[in-house]
């Protein structure tokens, strides 16, 4: 039996601190020292991973999450559905039971409870996921989990590129998880091993992380902060992340104007050249560690 | 009342900063009303020292709690959630709650009672008084879901405040992304204003967007912020918003003034108006009048003077 690879979750509460180029620096890094690696970008509102990490071929699967649907002429207008759907999703209009898409979350209650049998769970296509080989090196495959604009059912997007992404045989699995904390960035970490919050050094910066760390509590996923675009005004400052016990601050990187324009181009630090090169070695170690059975929360419950 | 979106398919894009500055320098002119809609990173309460604040919880759904000591462990409920929140644990069945989405199609099927179902306290929704005017914002709790429930009760709160206070313009800072809390907060908008960055990925989800708010049929005009940052990616913007036809309103510089700005309102020392009249100031000024002008607020507060 194939033995599960680790499995790596990139997040933070607020958006744009760097999780996008956290994950693929890590995926790329960890392949080009010979680990089969799988990097899933979750964040399906705004998928981007692929923008650094072209693949050199992909397939595409479509994503169809049950929503109900009723039968109009055997619906009898009795209520039962309506009155039991946690969504307030089927409503009794007129002669029928109707049902609204965008609110149904396809648990199948009122398919149970219809004594006419009117209604049937459907599938409705909400997105897609697109998986494949990246350009830079076959060991590294790029999964990306992509939300049909207008759709509102990312977590189920999420999900399906998640389980996607573990079913291929690997040691190492990169989720680059949406920003926020609700329910879409619980789809995209609850597989994970290990959580690394990247967080900015800033009021904003620290106040959403905050949130990010309770969202881990809540999960018991181990976790460590990476901070990132510390800047000399702001060099006080990782000294505040210290507050979140028991986090601790694996790594840290600069503010550099040369990283920022160089990724607004799509390049990646980990190729070093006048951009600098950004090493990740310090996350892999410290998920290494985990794996060691060296801290105590490895041995939480899952 | 008009209302004007601030919003983002990429998060970290600015639009807290620029919802901010923008409020500030509409409240020299307007009467202003605010609602932050980001309710799982609400940072506009930060920037704009809210005081007074009254908050009231927010129900969320229910979850499923199993008894494991009235558990006969029959697994009746596990193959019917469709969420894969049922687990066996021991000789009995157990409930992860972050996965749990409260359809309570497992209560139905239990035969032995073992399942309750309870109320979550899924956050708060609060309205407060902040230093250009009234605010409503809210929080979600981490790791619960309805934050599209949550975006519309701060959206009517801020509305309802508006209204109360005969506000002439809501803003409302949005939260990131094109899914379920962005479409909440794009509902009843007047005009939306999409911030974005010089890099491919900035381009990218504005591309999103603006499928998104065609499909609302929205009006929708474009800010590109730290935009020294990358010639390749402004480029880049720039010939979406053309072959889009998105007006680009502005092109901001990567300043630091406007970091120092958002300190000051931050620390409730309301940067002087006179100050928006350098570098990156200078155009979130010239940002404001093309709004005003665009939402016909300079009319009305020419007449009100």
């Known amino acids: ?302 | 009342m008009k209302v004007l979106t601030v919003a983002s398919g990429k998060g970290g894009t600015g639009k807290s900063t620029l919802s901010a500055l923008l409020a500030r320098l509409a409240s020299d002119e307007l009467r202003v009303a605010l609602a932050d809609a980001d309710v799982e990173a609400s940072n506009l309460p930060i920037a704009l020292q809210v005081d007074k604040v009254a908050c009231d919880e927010f129900n969320g759904g229910v979850r499923a709690v199993i008894d494991a000591d009235a558990c006969t462990g029959c697994a009746l409920c596990e193959p019917v959630c469709r969420f894969d929140a049922i687990t066996p644990k021991g000789s009995a069945y157990a409930v992860d709650g972050a996965s749990c989405e409260g359809c309570t199609r497992c209560f139905h099927v239990c035969p032995a009672g073992a399942i309750t179902l309870r109320r979550q306290h899924a956050g708060e929704v609060c309205t407060g008084v902040s230093s250009v005017g009234p605010m409503a914002f809210g929080q979600l709790r981490p790791a619960h879901d309805l934050s599209g429930r949550l975006v519309t009760e701060v959206r009517s709160r801020a509305v309802a405040l508006g209204a109360q206070n005969g506000a002439e313009l809501l803003i409302i800072d949005g939260p990131p992304g094109t899914g379920c809390p962005a479409i909440a907060s794009l509902t009843g908008a007047d005009l939306v204003l999409a911030v974005t960055e010089p890099t491919r990925s900035g381009a990218h989800d504005l591309g999103r967007l603006e499928e998104l708010v065609r499909r609302f049929g929205l009006p929708l005009a474009v800010v590109l912020n730290k935009a020294d940052l990358s010639k390749s990616g402004a480029r880049e913007v720039r010939e979406l918003c053309e072959a889009r036809e998105m007006p680009l309103l502005a092109e901001v510089p990567f300043d630091p003034a406007l970091v120092t700005a958002l300190e000051l309102l931050a620390k409730g020392e309301v940067p002087q108006a006179h100050g928006f009249g350098t570098g990156g100031m200078r155009i979130i000024r010239e940002i404001w009048r093309q709004l005003s002008a665009t939402l016909g607020l300079a009319q009305q507060a020419s007449e009100s003077r």
């Open chain 1, 1 to 302: 039996m194939a033995r599960r690879p680790a499995v790596i979750a990139i997040a933070s509460g607020k958006g744009g601190t760097g999780k996008t180029l956290v994950a693929t620096t890590i995926a790329a890094e960890a392949a080009a020292s010979g680990l089969h690696t799988v990097l899933v970008d979750c964040d399906a509102d705004a998928p981007n991973d692929h923008i650094f990490l072209p693949r050199a071929y992909e397939t595409i699967s479509r994503v169809r999450t049950p929503v109900a649907s009723v039968d109009s002429p055997s619906c009898t207008a009795c209520g039962e559905c309506s009155g039991l759907c946690a969504y307030g999703a089927v409503r009794v209009l007129g002669r029928s039971a109707l049902v609204f898409n965008e609110l149904c979350h396809g648990c199948g209650l009122c398919a149970d409870v219809c004594p006419e049998n009117a209604i049937t769970m459907q599938g409705l296509e909400v997105g897609s996921v697109i998986e494949g080989p990246t350009e830079r090196t076959p060991d590294l495959r790029l999964v990306s989990g992509v939300l049909d604009v207008g759709q509102v059912k990312a977590p189920d997007v999420i999900r399906a590129a998640v389980e996607h992404g573990l079913g291929i045989e690997s040691d190492l699995v990169v989720l680059d998880a949406p920003p926020g904390v609700a329910c879409s960035v619980v789809a995209a970490v609850r597989e994970a091993d290990a959580l690394l919050l990247v967080a900015e050094p800033t009021p904003f910066g620290l106040h959403d992380l905050g949130l990010a760390v309770e969202l881990g509590n809540e999960l018991r996923i181990p976790m460590a902060i990476l901070a990132n675009k510390v800047t000399p005004e702001n060099e006080p400052v990782p000294a505040q992340l210290s507050r979140f016990e028991g986090v601790p601050v694996v790594h840290s990187l600069p503010f550099s104007r040369r990283t920022a324009e160089r990724y607004a181009s799509g390049d990646l630090p980990v190729d070093g050249g006048d951009m600098g090169r950004i090493s990740m070695a310090p996350v892999l170690v410290w998920l290494g560690s985990l794996s060691a059975g060296v801290s105590p929360e490895a041995a939480l419950p899952r």
